[in-house]
């Protein structure tokens, strides 16, 4: 949930995956929000880029998404994504492993 200043502004995981990563985000049929630009970049306008930019997220907790987290080179890779757009940089493997373990914890 903490804001981190990244490449693209002040941005939190939560800014994408909501605040309860339990359900499931929708995605937005209209204007893209703005926290949303931070993670899509030029994806305002842009045919192209309406289906990949508009899609739902599904639930980040594997408790509410049994498929999260089962395929390990998909999760390194949005592992990868993700923490250069919020922290502008990779996760160290203790900061995986804290993601992981929060997440795991959730019922």
Not at 23 to 50: L, S, W, Y
Request: charged share 25%; glycine share 12%; with cysteine.
């Amino acid at each position: 949930m903490q804001q981190h200043q990244g490449p693209n502004g002040e941005h939190a995981c939560s800014s994408c995956h909501g605040p309860d990563p339990r359900e499931t985000v929708f995605g937005h049929g209209g204007t893209m929000r703005a926290e949303c630009i931070a993670c899509h970049p030029g994806g305002i306008g842009r045919p192209g880029d309406r289906a990949r930019t508009r899609r739902d997220i599904k639930p980040l907790a594997p408790v509410a998404n049994r498929a999260r987290f089962t395929d390990p080179g998909k999760s390194e890779l949005w592992f990868d994504v993700n923490c250069f757009y919020v922290l502008g940089r990779a996760c160290s493997a203790a900061e995986k492993g804290d993601v992981l373990a929060w997440l795991l914890s959730l019922r």
